[in-house]
């Protein structure tokens, strides 16, 4: 099962390749570690990407909005040591025994020093950050661009274990020089790693297929010249919500002002649901005097997920029923009953949508050629004439 830090090194690795076919790397940070100083700050990347106008975004489960980028001018408001000077001379008055002329010089001094600056610092917008989608059910990246899917897909954990770059070049898939050799021997990777990289090759290239509008086609392998024919079929993809009917378990809120078995109830000094399973008389003593009285055995469901079912062991707490009745008129008790309603449910899901193919149906030019009449031969020409000699007589 993958980690955070797996998948911290995966969309380093990620970056890095992206960054050498010229994406704008956003939200990236270098590897700032010191191992003489024993100070570990590895790379990290927010995930985000951009090329051609596509945005690519990886391991975002939250869409972002474009919020301008902020910047403080410390230029245009006093410096604390202009502060210090301004608090000094504003000390030098009449009242605490300083001459007029040295009170006008002092105040001459401030305006100078403040100079039409302001005590805090302007806010410079430089730029605005990148909006995006979140990503998809459980895909893990997605290409969009102008609010529409591209391409979306998972696993991509398992890019942590690419080589390093100094040590391996996967575009030649050759060691780099000082790393090609080891006890001597030429040095090979294992067939696992091999398949990674390539798992990894064919990605990239995908990604670059569909913000290079399919133009670029695959390495020159039979595999990603597959890939990249089986691409080009396919369409982008649009955000449709539709609205679904579904019946499902709610707690219905019920007013009443006595408790019964069966009850869901919300307490104060409780979270989640709690049902009331047994009603029992029990014994205790108040303000001296012995006595029984009503009270309720309350037990805690499941969540909402989980339909409300009960638990096999749960929580179990009592309450006397004059309490509880006391919390229900004040508001904090609530009871509530388990029905099934039908509930209208948005659901979000990412269909392609069809080109409109172009006729490319040309209508070709006929000429109709009439035929000549075809000359009879010698004897057709001969039996004719003896049945025109026939009918004059």
Not at 109 to 137: C, D, F, R
Not at 241 to 259: A, L
Not at 311 to 335: A, C, Q, T, V, W
Request: include cysteine; aromatic fraction near 10%; charge should be positive.
């Amino acid at each position: 099962m993958s980690n955070y830090y797996d998948m911290r090194e995966a969309k380093v690795n990620i970056a890095n390749e992206l960054r050498n076919r010229g994406w704008e790397i956003l939200d990236y940070k270098e590897d700032e570690s010191d191992m003489m100083t024993d100070y570990y700050s590895p790379a990290n990347w927010g995930g985000i990407a951009k090329k051609n106008g596509f945005v690519l975004c990886v391991d975002t489960p939250y869409s972002a909005k474009s919020m301008p980028i902020e910047k403080y001018n410390y230029g245009s408001c006093l410096s604390q040591s202009d502060l210090n000077k301004i608090e000094k001379l504003e000390a030098l008055t009449q009242e605490r025994g300083a001459t007029e002329g040295e009170e006008t010089n002092a105040k001459m001094l401030i305006e100078k020093i403040k100079n039409n600056k302001s005590n805090a610092p302007e806010v410079e917008i430089i730029g605005y950050t990148t909006a995006h989608m979140s990503n998809p059910g459980r895909c893990k990246w997605h290409i969009e661009k102008d609010s529409s899917v591209y391409d979306k897909g998972i696993g991509i954990t398992k890019y942590r274990d690419l080589p390093n770059s100094w040590v391996f070049d996967i575009n030649t898939m050759q060691f780099k020089d000082g790393y090609n050799k080891w006890n001597g021997k030429k040095r090979e990777l294992p067939e696992e790693t091999k398949k990674i990289i390539n798992d990894f090759k064919k990605l990239v290239l995908r990604w670059e297929r569909v913000v290079n509008s399919m133009n670029g086609i695959g390495d020159g392998t039979e595999e990603t010249e597959k890939e990249a024919q089986e691409q080009q079929q396919n369409e982008k993809m649009e955000r449709v919500i539709k609205k679904v009917t579904k019946k499902v378990w709610k707690m219905i809120e019920v007013k009443r002002d006595t408790f019964k078995v069966g009850d869901y109830i919300t307490l104060p000094y409780h979270g989640h649901y709690w049902k009331i399973t047994t009603e029992y008389m029990k014994t205790g003593t108040w303000k001296g005097i012995k006595d029984t009285r009503k009270a309720f055995i309350y037990e805690i469901v499941r969540s909402a997920s989980r339909g409300y079912k009960d638990l096999k062991n749960p929580k179990r707490y009592y309450d006397f029923e004059y309490r509880m009745s006391k919390s229900l008129e004040e508001g904090k008790i609530k009871i509530f009953e388990l029905k099934e309603v039908e509930e209208v449910q948005e659901v979000e899901k990412w269909v392609r949508v069809k080109a409109q193919k172009k006729n490319t149906y040309k209508k070709e030019d006929t000429t109709i050629t009439e035929k000549e009449p075809q000359q009879n031969s010698k004897e057709e020409n001969i039996t004719a004439n003896k049945k025109k000699s026939k009918k004059i007589i």
